[in-house]
């Protein structure tokens, strides 16, 4: 379905937004995460999406779950730090780095950290996810987190194309599936450029493949 012109917070959306080219911290609609519900220094959330979580947050700490926030709005800039880093540090030549970094990491432009609507919870490594307490605080979201209105993007569904499953990413889809459809009117692979092997993005398929390649409950 293609919406365009959706407003968010009263404030439309534009290519800009859906980019990650904003600053979160000028924005309005967004505000600071006190430090109780993360262990990083001047991170920004959706206000919207700030309630519902402290809602969620509150009900997992009952079960001994404390869902710490490790990651939430990244704009262009901090994803093109992440991006350039591993792209240094990824061995291969520019296609089998484009495909390496993006089992997990996103193209800068096609983040949906950009929209401060999604969360990575405790943490990112996949043994966490193993052990006893990983298991207990994903089955716990996996049961719960959708009725504060979080839901996984990237599940281990086989119908799905793009990343790995990440049991840690969580996306407030009340706002973010607007953002994704509003994202398929709006921006086409010429938007999303200004990075190493951004070039890539068109053969490979990027939009669909990756932006597009989410669980139904995020479509």
Known sequence: MCISGILYGGTPITKSFLL????????TNFTEIESKYTDKESVYIQKEVYNAYKKMYKEAEKCGIKLTIISC???????????????????????????????YSSMPGTSRHHWGTDLDFISVENQYWDTESGQKAYKWLKENAPKYGFNQPYT??????????????WSYTTLSIRYLRSFNCLISTEDINGFSGCNYVKPFNIIDTHVFGVDKTCK
């Open 20 to 27: 990650g080219k904003f600053e979160p911290k000028n924005d």
């Open 73 to 103: 709005t990244r704009n262009f800039n901090s994803q093109k730090n992440i991006w350039e880093r591993k792209w240094k540090n990824t061995q291969g030549n520019d296609s089998v780095k484009v495909k390496k970094i993006m089992e």
């Open 156 to 169: 281990d569904d086989t119908y799905r194309t793009g990343y790995k499953s990440e049991p840690w990413h």
